[in-house]
């Protein structure tokens, strides 16, 4: 049940019927003081205009022919031509009865699922990954849970930068450390490993030349060379994967879609662009000119997507990629999580994909940029000695913080409840300070903060969740056995129940634009909502068994909501802390 859907269709319709134009919108929005009503339509002014209408005039006419008195208790005009909705407590109560005992709460789940794949986290073969992969990683895995959620397929596309002219210095340096009986390496030892690598090749002609040929043999498919790759490839992805389980994040394996798949179908896309008059040769490389994007001389930019080496480029494996994605994956939407400094370059990409017929206008390609992690002092988040913060490390420190606060609010705790408490919430913190924050901004790092059990943070709804949950072991009762019927009869009964029935309108926002900040703050607002109304609502007390256990009914409907949304955000509930 999407009330806001539900509302913008019967409120369209009632503008029609008055006259106005079919092009325009109820604009309803969820109302931001309760006596403005649950919500508001504020689309009767632009209505109104095009009409040459004194819209409180048209707003009246609106009403008129309205029929949504099932579940809208009363309709105000206010000001220049607003319409103030407030909703029937006895439809609320029954939606939220039905809510209760819905698997999945009720949502609107889709009509016809699409093919969905998502574009995120992407490390670096012979790197280990670090802060700067956060954001990517757990923004777009809330995405597929969503997603996934709703019904749609969603295949979860793991950019993996395992391909390039590096290899043959990663290559010629593993072969060195062999030869010398070096023990096989943990990821660890990679950071040391690509940076010793790198000091060969600039000072050592001979490493350098050795290098450069196997980066020669490892794109001619030769054996060798292969095995040398995939053996950097497999040690850094065994180490990805346990760094994605300890986020909670659902990539696996199997997900892993590394530039190097695009390999062999690079020549072929070059080709084409070329015969097409696409891409051109220009001082030995080929380009594409696009004119959609100018220089600062005014020019049409170029993009390279061959350089005179014959080596290719990022741009020719994007677009390749694109054209897989749509070709082999059936792709019906595409969503890339990188920074905001991709997105030219996905916009040229496209473009050129596009002029190519690689793919049909209707396939929606999205880029749900983000912005920097910061530290205190404004600047992009590192060490004290200005080095990039391994993600591994950020989690370590994480678990050390928890274990300290966990043990000061509870020290009577068994070390395996302390073991899984903690784990929930240092990785629920790390992860939920950054998902609570618009993906389109930069956001500062603080772990006072992000480790608080006030204000909205992943410890304040964990627990909030096991304080629902306290009730019903307080009563020894189970959240699905309960009888009666809900009734709201006190406002705080009725303002939860509201904000419950909203969920919908919460999971569409991350499902259609990617900002799972939305989710957060919704979560954020169910919590104290239902705080609130513990407060003022005596569950177990209640003065009859009927309210009790229409009580009860919300309390359950509250545990589930958080549980299910905070599940869509990655982050674990426990039911003690």
């Known amino acids: 049940m999407n009330i806001q859907l539900l509302l913008s269709d019967k409120i369209k319709q009632a503008m029609v019927a008055a006259g106005a134009p079919s092009d325009c919108d109820a604009l309803i929005k969820q109302s931001a003081k309760a006596q403005f009503g649950d919500y508001q339509a504020n ?38 031509g607003f319409i103030n909705l407030f909703l029937n407590e006895h439809w609320l109560a029954k939606q939220a009865d039905l809510t209760l005992f819905n698997e999945k709460l009720n949502l609107t789940l889709a009509d016809k699922p699409q093919n969905i794949v998502i574009d995120y986290s992407a490390p670096n073969v012979a790197k280990e990954m670090h802060v700067g992969h956060l954001r990517s990683t757990i923004i777009g895995d809330a995405s597929v849970r969503v997603l996934s959620f709703l019904g749609h397929n969603v295949i979860k596309a793991n950019h993996v930068g395992d391909w390039g002219t590096q290899f043959g210095m990663l290559i ?59 053996k950097l490839v497999d040690i850094t ?20 879609m590394g530039e190097s798949i695009y390999n062999s179908m690079l020549p072929d896309v070059v080709t084409d662009l070329k015969a097409k008059g696409i891409a051109v040769e220009s001082d030995g490389a080929t380009v594409v000119f696009l004119d959609e ?13 061959q350089k005179r080496d014959g080596g290719y480029l990022y741009a020719t494996t994007d677009i390749t990629a694109v054209k897989y994605r749509y ?8 969503l890339y999580y990188t920074d905001s400094r991709q997105h030219q370059h996905l916009e040229q990409v496209w473009q050129v ?30 060490t004290r000695s200005g080095d990039t913060v391994k993600l591994n490390d950020l989690l370590d420190e994480a678990t ?55 204000g909205n943070t992943a410890p304040y709804l964990q627990y909030a969740y096991t304080r629902v949950l306290s009730i019903f072991r307080k009563a020894d009762l189970s959240v699905d056995n309960l009888d009666g019927y809900i009734n709201l009869k006190h406002d705080k009964e009725r303002a939860l129940a509201v904000k419950l029935l909203q969920f919908n309108e919460a999971v569409n926002v991350v499902a259609n634009d990617g900002l799972p900040h939305v989710l957060c703050a919704y979560l954020y607002d169910i919590a104290t909502l239902f705080s609130s109304f513990y407060e003022h609502c005596p569950v177990l007390s209640a003065e009859t068994e009927q309210l009790k256990q229409s009580r009860l009914k919300l309390a359950a409907l509250t545990a589930k909501t958080l549980k299910i949304g905070l599940d869509m955000l990655g982050i674990k509930t426990i039911e003690k802390m």
């Open 43 to 80: 689309g009767i002014m632009a209505a109104a205009k095009k009409l040459s209408m004194n819209p409180r005039q048209l707003a009246e006419e609106v009403v008129k022919h309205l029929s949504i008195a099932d579940y809208v208790s009363k309709i105000e005009i206010a000001g220049p």
């Open 172 to 230: 010629a340096y593993l072969e060195k450390m062999q030869n010398e009986n070096a023990n096989d390496m943990a990821l660890s030892d990679l950071e040391s490993f690509y940076r010793e690598s790198k000091k060969h090749y600039d000072e050592d002609p001979i490493f350098a030349e050795k290098a450069r040929n196997y980066v020669v043999k490892l794109q001619g498919g030769d054996e060798y060379c292969r095995a040398m790759w995939r």
């Open 237 to 256: 992805m065994t180490q990805n994967i346990a760094t994605y389980k300890r986020l909670n994040v659902t990539l696996s394996l199997e997900d892993t």
């Open 293 to 305: 994007f100018k220089n600062k001389e005014g020019e049409p930019m170029a993009m390279i997507i």
């Open 327 to 334: 070709e082999e994956l059936h792709a019906d939407r595409i």
């Open 353 to 382: 994909a596009h002029k190519a017929n690689y793919i049909p206008s209707s396939l929606q390609l999205e880029h749900h940029m983000f912005g920097m992690m910061l530290g205190k002092d404004g600047k992009p988040f590192k």
């Open 400 to 454: 050390e913080r928890a274990t300290a606060l966990i043990k000061s609010k509870n020290p009577d705790l068994s070390n395996e409840e302390l073991a899984t408490i903690v784990d929930a919430v240092a990785i629920g913190a790390v992860k939920y300070a950054d998902l609570s924050k618009n993906r389109t901004t930069d956001y500062v790092f603080d772990w006072d903060n992000m480790l608080s059990f006030e």
